[in-house]
C-alpha cells in the first residue's frame, strides 16, 4: 500500500511505494534553512499524483539538482537529484570515479508524508555543511 505525502494546501501530492527505514538529517544550509528531514526512493517508486505543473523548482547550485516546493503555500515536498549516495562512503575518489549524474534518485521530505510517524525513524546525520 503506498504512503501518501503533500504540500499543507494539497497542490502538490504524491505518493511512494516504500516504507522510510531512516531519516537523514543534512546541517547543509539548503537543508538546515529547509528544515527537512529526508527519505531516498527510487525514481521508479515516486509517483507524483498532481501536475507538476502545481510545483515549482528551485535549483541553488547546478541544474542537476531539482528540489521542489508548493508555489501556494511554501512547503518543501521532494527533489530529484543524482544519486550521491556512493559519496557517503567516504572514498571521494572511486565514488568520483564511479558517479553517473544519469542515475536519479528522490529525496522526499519526511514531514510532508501522510499517516506516517516520522519521529519513530532513527536519524542518520549527514555532515553536507562540510562536505559538499
Avoid at 504524491?14 to 543534512?26: G, H, S, W
Avoid at 527510487?42 to 510545483?55: G, K, S, V, Y
Avoid at 541544474?63 to 562512503?89: I, K, L, V
Wanted: glycine fraction near 4%; proline fraction near 8%; charge should be negative.
Amino acid at each position: 500500500m503506498p504512503i501518501t505525502g503533500s504540500c499543507h494546501c494539497g497542490a502538490t501530492r504524491f505518493e511512494i511505494d516504500v516504507t522510510p527505514q531512516t531519516a537523514t538529517r543534512c546541517n547543509c544550509t539548503f537543508c538546515t534553512k529547509k528544515g527537512a528531514l529526508w527519505a531516498y526512493c527510487e525514481p521508479d517508486q515516486f509517483h507524483l499524483t498532481t501536475p507538476i505543473r502545481n510545483a515549482a523548482q528551485y535549483s541553488p547550485t547546478t541544474p542537476e539538482n531539482r528540489h521542489y516546493f508548493c508555489p501556494t503555500c511554501g512547503c518543501a515536498t521532494f527533489s530529484d537529484n543524482p544519486d550521491y549516495s556512493s559519496f557517503a562512503e567516504g572514498d571521494w575518489e572511486a565514488a568520483e570515479a564511479s558517479f553517473d549524474p544519469k542515475k536519479r534518485r528522490i529525496s522526499i521530505n519526511l514531514w510532508v508524508l501522510d499517516d506516517f510517524d516520522v519521529e519513530a525513524l532513527p536519524i542518520e546525520r549527514v555532515d553536507g555543511r562540510n562536505q559538499w
